[in-house]
């Protein structure tokens, strides 16, 4: 294998494995762009973000530009490293045509669907809240385009019934940073994408996260195992917002969001589901039974 000279561009949890692999393979990473560090936690401490803090352990240097679109100085900074290719994963910015356009062998961005499959900003959680059976990873030549350039290589992970958002996560992840290390070998034919099948995985927020009770109950389970960690799911309780963290599909009936048997098993708009993890605001996480101790949910309860 020849070393080639890469920018790695990440921010979150996801990307720092395709970073990890790449300096362990043997590349040399001229430069790691991520995220500047935000404010978080309680004293609201400047905080770099996952891939900052790997870079900084791996020895490299780090770069945390706000904005890249219109910064001729960021793009003459890129231009002048001399890259062979940039390796993108969850980067959080928009490159420009002058940075796509300078490594010799492109931008290759690392993308957790099957493309063009759920083009966008939340390709997991699109594909769970869809009922997809399965999802994946491909490796793409970035172009203009929201996600349209051709695919080098791909590969598939089952989506099961109980399968969450973290399980997806860390396997897409890890999937990720196998496949970018054989591409920087091999080198495959980037293959474009079809013209049909296209959709799109919105940005996430947090009005995403209340329950609607008149949904099918296997709607709403794919909802809560989507949408947790974050924004979450939510019920309100007594004017409370009670957290949500995992449930199941049962059988039974009544008006929607009412409570209809112990467990508690609430009615939806089609089946019922039946919460099994919860949390109230500012306290911990626990199983329903437990939840149930401190705060009864008796039959007849409606959740809104």
């Known amino acids: 294998m020849t070393p080639l000279r890469l920018a790695f561009m990440g921010s979150?949890?996801?990307?720092?494995?395709?970073?990890?692999?790449?300096?362990?393979?043997?590349?040399?990473?001229?430069?790691?762009?991520?995220?500047?560090?935000?404010?978080a936690g309680r004293g609201q401490k400047e905080t770099p973000c996952p891939v900052h803090r790997a870079a900084l352990d791996l020895g490299l240097p780090v770069r945390t530009p706000t904005r890249l679109r219109t910064d001729?100085?960021?793009?003459?900074?890129?231009?002048?490293?001399?890259?062979?290719?940039?390796?993108?994963?969850?980067?959080?910015?928009?490159?420009?045509p002058a940075m796509l356009d300078a490594p010799r062998c492109g931008c290759l961005n690392i993308h957790a669907s099957l493309l063009p499959r759920w083009r966008g900003a939340a390709p997991i959680q699109a594909a769970i809240l869809a009922g997809d059976t399965e999802t994946g990873i491909a490796i793409m030549r970035m172009e203009e385009g929201l996600d349209t350039g051709p695919v080098y290589l791909r590969d598939t992970v089952p989506i099961g019934p109980q399968t969450t958002t973290p399980d997806l996560h860390d396997a897409l992840a890890a999937m990720g940073a196998r496949l970018m290390a054989r591409v920087l070998v091999d080198w495959p034919r980037a293959v474009p994408q079809p013209e049909d099948g296209v959709t799109y995985a919105?940005?996430?927020?947090?009005?995403?996260?209340?329950?609607?009770?008149?949904?099918?109950?296997?709607?709403?389970?794919?909802?809560?195992r989507a949408l947790n960690p974050w924004p979450g799911t939510v019920a309100m309780l007594a004017g409370e917002a009670l957290r949500v963290l995992a449930a199941a599909p049962v059988a039974g009936q009544g008006p929607p969001g009412t409570v209809i048997?112990?467990?508690?098993?609430?009615?939806?708009?089609?089946?019922?589901?039946?919460?099994?993890?919860?949390?109230?605001?500012?306290?911990?996480?626990?199983?329903?039974?437990?939840?149930?101790?401190?705060?009864p949910m008796p039959r007849g309860l409606v959740l809104c």
């Not at 720092?16 to 404010?39: C, D, F, I, S, T």
């Not at 467990?263 to 939840?291: D, K, N």
Request: proline content about 8%.
């Open 72 to 96: 001729a100085a960021e793009h003459a900074a890129f231009a002048g490293l001399g890259l062979d290719a940039a390796v993108v994963a969850a980067y959080g910015l928009i490159l420009p």
């Open 261 to 295: 048997a112990d467990g508690p098993v609430v009615a939806c708009g089609q089946g019922a589901l039946r919460l099994t993890r919860l949390q109230r605001a500012g306290r911990a996480a626990m199983p329903a039974a437990e939840f149930l101790r401190g705060v």
């Open 202 to 224: 919105a940005k996430l927020t947090k009005a995403d996260a209340r329950l609607d009770w008149t949904l099918p109950a296997a709607v709403l389970d794919r909802r809560i």
């Open 12 to 39: 979150p949890d996801f990307a720092v494995p395709a970073l990890r692999a790449l300096v362990a393979a043997g590349h040399h990473v001229a430069m790691v762009y991520a995220q500047p560090p935000r404010p």
